[in-house]
Structures are given as C-alpha cells and as structure tokens.
C-alpha cells in the first residue's frame, strides 16, 4: 500500500522557518518524483517544488523561489521542504504528492496519483 505522510506544519510568524516531511512507503523511491503542492480554501492546489529520485530533476514556483529548498533522503524515503523568510500569502495546507519519473512544472494535480493528507502551515503577520 503506497502512504505519504507529512509533517512539520504550525504556526510561524513572518520571516520565520518551518520545515515539511513527506516521508514515504510502498513503491520503489528512487524511481519518483515528489512533489509539494499547498491549497487555501477556495483555491486549486498550486504546485510548489518537487524532487526526483529518479533523475535529480526539481523546480520551485516562483513565488517560493529563493526561499524554500528541497531536500531528498534516500535511506529514509522522505522528501524535505525547508521553508525560510516566510510570508503570510504562504498560509495553506501543504500535501506532498508522488508520480514515476521526473518533475516537471507542467503537471497539474490531477496526473499525481498519490497524495499525503496535508499538513497547515500558518504564517501570521
């Protein structure tokens, strides 16, 4: 049975740090890409970064570039968002979500076929 699971979310304050774990069960690691996509109510869930495992591929929206990186931990299947100078416009839950392959910016939700449950992440001014 594939699982993902998340972690790490809370409230933080502007400018501050959190740091967001997808860590992972049931299908081969090293052959997908995962990926973070966040969602606030009303919304469609916008990717946000993603790692491969199968070719070192990432990307990062714009709107978080320069301020989240991503990190993958083969033995521990787990998949990292470090989140820094954080912005009230980052308040969302975040899901982690995992497709074969490579990432690319051009997939859209609905082509991942696991999901995590999502964690909050709450950034108040």
């Known amino acids: 049975e594939v699982q993902l699971v998340e972690s790490g979310g809370g409230l933080v304050q502007t400018g501050g740090s959190l740091r967001l774990s997808c860590t992972t069960s049931?299908?081969?690691?090293?052959?997908?890409?995962i990926a973070w996509f966040r969602q606030v109510p009303g919304k469609e869930r916008e990717a946000v970064s993603c790692?491969?495992?199968?070719?070192?591929?990432?990307y990062f929206a714009d709107s978080v570039k320069g301020r989240f990186t991503i990190s993958s931990a083969t033995a521990e299947h787990t998949v990292r968002l470090q989140m820094n100078s954080l912005k009230p416009e980052d308040t969302a839950v975040y899901f982690c979500?995992?497709?074969?392959?490579?990432?690319?910016?051009?997939?859209?939700?609905?082509?991942?076929?696991?999901w995590g449950q999502g964690t909050r992440v709450t950034v108040s001014s």
């Open positions: 979500a995992a497709i074969k392959g490579y990432c690319s910016p051009y997939l859209m939700a609905y082509e991942y076929p696991h």
């Open positions: 049931g299908f081969t690691f090293d052959d997908y890409a």
């Open positions: 790692f491969s495992n199968w070719d070192g591929s990432t």
